[in-house]
């Protein structure tokens, strides 16, 4: 094993603030005075080892599965390295999207996994094109690592292509992880997991994108009963309990996530619409748009890339986007618009600013 720096990690944790931050991908951090439960009776310490039975059915019941199922983890990034230490010994195939969320693919490097990529198209939707992604996929792979919605474009994948997807993977041996931290930005109708559509399936979330809550630290896997065995033997490598305070908090808040979910929709739409119209108006930026959510994916075109565009405004406008080369996609910038619409308003002008100073 050798644990590399994850560059993204770095820059966002130390280097992404700005007046105007485009760069966030998870709706505005909740506080305690903002929530519809009382704390009476939450305590420090339980003696629940494998995780607090209410919160597991919690999870198990809004993700229409069985408790047993249920792996709870320290948000949906201890996840990640669980899936990966559980699955991958040295020289594993693995494969990993491109462009994909950093962390994904440093932790199977992490684990001396051989890495394979599976290019999700601008040009297809970053959608599925099936064989395309069984030509990526090498006999013998033992696991295949992507999000839905994909991070970082914001694009969906229906459950039935992600079950399609299985079973190709299922065809080359490996099972496949879908990290769905940002699935819940899709209306109920459509966010329902894909664990359970193939029985080689296994996901993560967590409640820190849509909810606010990423202090909770409550995230999970879904898994099929042998593999969760597997899960929890390697917890058993890490520590004793889990956070029993914040499982009390996040088991009594699954009644109201749909409430919390909803408050910002009306913003969001209305948000995706001023990027619409602003990527329309500006001959150098083209966008998949996706259908929900509040992350895009531009891609730019003319003697700035994403990169630098993201240098330009950083510099000169106090404004914050994710620069794509942390995606491996240089040409594109990452943008966040779960802002209030009079900062997008201001970020958008910037960026405008910025790409007519660079003709
Ligand atoms: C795809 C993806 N997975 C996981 C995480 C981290 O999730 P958590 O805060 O639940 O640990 C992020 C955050 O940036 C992410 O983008």
């Given amino acids: 094993m050798e644990f590399r720096s994850v560059e993204y990690m770095e820059w966002a944790k130390l280097r992404s603030a700005a007046a105007v931050n485009l760069s966030q991908s998870g709706v505005t951090g909740l506080s305690l005075k903002d929530l519809p439960i009382g704390l009476d009776g939450c305590d420090i310490n339980g003696d629940h080892p494998y995780g607090y039975?209410?919160?597991l059915e919690a999870i198990a019941s809004r993700s229409g599965t069985v408790p047993d199922a249920v792996v709870p983890s320290l948000g949906a990034s201890e996840a990640v390295f669980l899936a990966c230490a559980a699955l991958l010994e040295n020289g594993d195939r693995v494969v990993v999207e491109k462009p994909g969320d950093e962390p994904l693919l440093s932790c199977a490097r992490a684990m001396g996994a051989e890495i394979h990529r599976w290019e999700r198209r601008f040009e297809n939707g970053y959608g599925l094109d099936l064989r395309d992604f069984e030509a990526s996929v090498p006999d013998?792979?033992?696991l295949v690592?992507?999000?839905?919605l994909h991070n970082p474009s914001g694009t969906f994948l229906p459950r039935d292509h992600i079950r399609a997807l299985a079973e190709g993977a299922r065809r080359k041996g490996a099972m496949v992880f879908v990290d769905e931290i940002y699935l819940d930005y899709m209306d109920a109708a459509h966010s329902r997991t894909s664990f359970?559509?193939?029985?080689?399936?296994?996901?993560?979330?967590?409640?820190?994108?849509?909810?606010?809550?990423?202090g909770l630290r409550c995230g999970w896997i879904?898994?099929?009963?042998?593999?969760?065995?597997k899960l929890r033997r390697l917890v058993d490598h890490l520590f004793v309990v889990h956070v029993f305070i914040a499982e009390q908090i996040a088991a009594r808040?699954?009644?109201?996530?749909?409430a919390i979910r909803g408050r910002n929709r009306a913003l969001f739409e209305a948000n995706r619409r001023m990027v619409r119209d602003f990527v329309a108006s500006e001959s150098r930026l083209s966008w998949v748009e996706p259908p929900a959510g509040i992350l895009a994916f531009p891609r730019v075109e003319g003697p700035l890339d994403g990169n630098g565009l993201a240098d330009v405004l950083m510099r000169k406008y106090d404004t914050s986007i994710v620069p794509g080369g942390f995606f491996?996609?240089?040409?594109?910038?990452r943008l966040g618009f779960g802002v209030?619409?009079?900062?997008l308003a201001k970020g958008l002008a910037n960026i405008h600013a910025a790409l007519a100073a660079h003709i």
């Fill in 53 to 55: 039975p209410p919160l």
């Fill in 253 to 258: 808040l699954f009644p109201h996530l749909d």
């Fill in 328 to 333: 491996e996609a240089p040409r594109h910038f």
């Fill in 145 to 148: 690592l992507m999000t839905n």
């Fill in 222 to 229: 879904l898994a099929p009963a042998p593999l969760a065995r």
């Fill in 340 to 343: 209030p619409p009079d900062v």
């Fill in 196 to 214: 359970g559509a193939a029985d080689n399936i296994f996901t993560a979330s967590s409640l820190t994108k849509v909810y606010g809550l990423s």
């Fill in 140 to 142: 013998g792979t033992k």
